[in-house]
């Protein structure tokens, strides 16, 4: 997947896209220590949500979640942001 924005164009790798009862979910799972910040959540999640829509997929914003295996929260794409 691709997010394509004037002359930029940033390649999108979810880890996961799960489709339960035609309900589609991109999940991004981070096994390091550290994982990412806040900052770099909110851009990784709102570019997967992006190239999703490019792609026509039909995920919804909130179907779209950044794992921490370090982490018992989940982050999800909280709102759609114009670019």
Same mark, same amino acid.
Not at 5 to 12: G, I, K, L, Q, R
Not at 43 to 49: A, D, E, G, H, V
Not at 55 to 68: A, C, Q, R, T
């Given at each position: 997947?691709?997010?394509?924005?004037?002359?930029?164009?940033?390649?999108?790798? $979810?880890?996961?896209?799960?489709?339960?009862?035609?309900?589609?979910?991109?999940?991004?799972?981070?096994?390091?220590?550290?994982?990412?910040?806040?900052?770099?959540?909110?851009?990784?999640?709102?570019?997967?949500?992006?190239?999703?829509?490019?792609?026509?997929?039909?995920?919804? $914003?909130?179907?779209?979640?950044?794992?921490?295996?370090?982490?018992?929260? $989940?982050?999800?794409?909280?709102?759609?942001?114009?670019?």
């Amino acid at each position: 997947m691709k997010y394509i924005h004037a002359n930029v164009t940033v390649s999108v790798f $979810p880890d996961l896209l799960i489709d339960e009862e035609g309900e589609k979910t991109l999940i991004k799972l981070d096994f390091t220590q550290a994982g990412a910040t806040d900052e770099q959540i909110e851009i990784m999640l709102q570019l997967m949500y992006e190239a999703a829509v490019a792609e026509d997929l039909g995920i919804k $914003p909130k179907n779209v979640i950044y794992i921490n295996a370090r982490s018992d929260q $989940p982050h999800r794409c909280s709102k759609i942001k114009k670019t």
